[in-house]
Structure formats: C-alpha cells, structure tokens
C-alpha cells in the first residue's frame, strides 16, 4: 500500500467555469499543473448555465488525468464544493437532495460524471475567493469567458433537451439526439420519440361529447415540436 501510494502524482487543478446569461452561451477553463508542466483546457458552448459548466471544468481536468493521482483542485464556486461532497449520497438518495422529497437534483448527468471521474483519484477541494488576484484562478476566468464569448459552438445536449424554453428564447435551431427512444411514452419526463425533450402532462381544454364512449383524462406533449401521445392508463370509460 505505501508503494502504491509514493507511486501517485501530486497534480494541482484550477477550475472556473461561466455564462454571458444564465442560461446562454458558457464556458469553462481548466490549468493542470504536475511539477515543471502545465496544460491549459477550454471549450464553449452555445447554451448552458454556470453551475454547469463550473462542474464541467472539473469534469474535464479530472478526466485529463491518465493515472491515479492526488489532486488539490481550486476553485471559486461554492456550488461546486457543495455538490462534490454530495454527489455519492445523493446518488444513495436516487439523485434526491432530501430523501423526503420527490425533486431530484439538478444536474444529474453531470454528477454522475464527476463521481466516475473522481473515483480513481484522492481529489481535495480548495475554495479560492473569485476576482482576488489568485493567479492560475484569473487565467481559468480568462480562459472560461473567451470561450463563451468567441468559442461557444458545442452543444449541452442535455440542457438543451431538457429546457426548450430557453432554446426558444435563443432563437436555436435545437438538434434532437442522435439515438431517440423506439418504446411506448407513457410517463411524464419520458423522452419524445421525434425530438428527444421530456414529455409533460395535459389536461384536455375540450369537453366530453354527449354519446362519447371513452375520453382520455390527460394526455402527455412534447413542448418543443407539440407531438401527443395518447396513453392507456388516461383512458376513462363514459
């Protein structure tokens, strides 16, 4: 065991990650720092929030690491402390906060990421004070908005699928996913079969026409493209 342990890396990571609107165009930026190297990452994507792409930072950084290391990561984001500490009890929790309650948390395919990521290494958190003259912090900053700013091309495919809304209000021309769902949609948050976006619950505007046999007491809709399904448990006998 004490081999295996002088045998790992110190690497020092600073993170910051951020939005020009929240939600709209981000980016994140990464330093690694091993000794006398040091690597630079970035990217930017065309519609995301800041928490986002502040755990995608540390997502990247983590992911760039090619063996088992003890890592000291920086960063300005409290959200990002928060959620690395809770990540595995939320995942007990059925990605819930509060087991007492039905709302998962945000961001789960993100978290689930990070724990991967996490898990080969021993990752300490260090909170730095954002816009106070911390070096490696500021070059992060840099990096994170020229990339929101001049490089926001990529897209957070599941953001996007799951706010519409804000692809709307973006004026996007939104990309379903490559690999839509083929089964029957039959509970709400289920993915549209034509678009991808999670299908919500409606409550029929029309009503009961006098002789009608059955009626369907909801229905689920895509929000982005309007497609309906119609589904067996809504059915009601008149």
Same mark, same amino acid.
Request: aromatic share 8%; proline share 6%.
């Given at each position: 065991?004490?081999?295996?342990?002088?045998?790992?890396?110190?690497?020092?990571? %600073?993170?910051?990650?951020? /939005?020009? *609107?929240?939600?709209?165009?981000?980016?994140?930026?990464?330093?690694? @720092?091993?000794?006398?190297?040091?690597? +630079?990452?970035?990217?930017? %994507?065309?519609?995301?929030? &800041?928490?986002?792409?502040?755990?995608?930072?540390?997502?990247?950084?983590? $992911?760039?690491?090619?063996?088992?290391?003890?890592?000291?990561?920086?960063?300005?984001?409290?959200? @990002?402390? @928060?959620?690395?500490?809770?990540?595995?009890? !939320?995942?007990? &929790?059925? !990605?819930?906060?509060?087991?007492?309650?039905?709302?998962?948390?945000?961001?789960?395919?993100?978290?689930?990421?990070?724990?991967?990521?996490? =898990?080969?290494?021993?990752?300490?958190?260090? !909170?730095?004070?954002?816009?106070?003259?911390? +070096?490696?912090? +500021?070059?992060?900053? $840099? @990096?994170?908005?020229?990339?929101?700013?001049?490089?926001?091309?990529?897209?957070?495919?599941?953001?996007?699928?799951?706010?519409?809304?804000?692809?709307?209000?973006?004026?996007?021309?939104?990309?379903?996913?490559?690999?839509?769902?083929?089964?029957?949609?039959?509970?709400? *948050?289920?993915?549209?079969?034509?678009?991808?976006?999670?299908? $919500?619950? =409606?409550?029929?505007?029309?009503?009961?026409?006098?002789?009608?046999?059955? %009626?369907?007491? %909801?229905?689920?809709? /895509?929000? =982005?493209?309007?497609?309906?399904?119609?589904? $067996?448990?809504?059915?009601?006998?008149?």
């Amino acid at each position: 065991m004490a081999n295996s342990q002088q045998k790992r890396k110190r690497v020092t990571i %600073y993170t910051d990650g951020g /939005c020009l *609107g929240n939600p709209g165009p981000g980016g994140y930026g990464v330093v690694l @720092l091993y000794g006398k190297h040091r690597k +630079e990452l970035s990217a930017g %994507y065309r519609l995301t929030t &800041n928490n986002r792409m502040e755990l995608l930072a540390a997502i990247v950084a983590l $992911e760039a690491l090619k063996t088992p290391c003890d890592v000291q990561l920086h960063t300005d984001s409290k959200y @990002l402390i @928060l959620v690395a500490g809770s990540a595995a009890r !939320w995942k007990a &929790n059925g !990605w819930r906060r509060d087991p007492r309650k039905p709302q998962k948390a945000a961001n789960v395919d993100l978290l689930k990421r990070l724990l991967d990521a996490s =898990r080969p290494h021993r990752v300490t958190y260090q !909170w730095v004070k954002g816009h106070a003259e911390v +070096e490696e912090n +500021e070059r992060c900053d $840099e @990096l994170a908005t020229n990339a929101a700013k001049n490089e926001a091309v990529l897209i957070d495919e599941e953001f996007e699928r799951q706010h519409p809304d804000a692809v709307a209000r973006m004026n996007i021309d939104y990309q379903p996913p490559a690999n839509l769902p083929k089964g029957k949609i039959e509970h709400v *948050g289920q993915p549209c079969r034509k678009c991808g976006c999670p299908v $919500e619950k =409606r409550v029929p505007k029309r009503q009961r026409k006098p002789g009608q046999k059955y %009626y369907y007491e %909801y229905y689920l809709a /895509c929000p =982005r493209c309007g497609t309906m399904y119609m589904v $067996e448990s809504a059915k009601r006998q008149n």
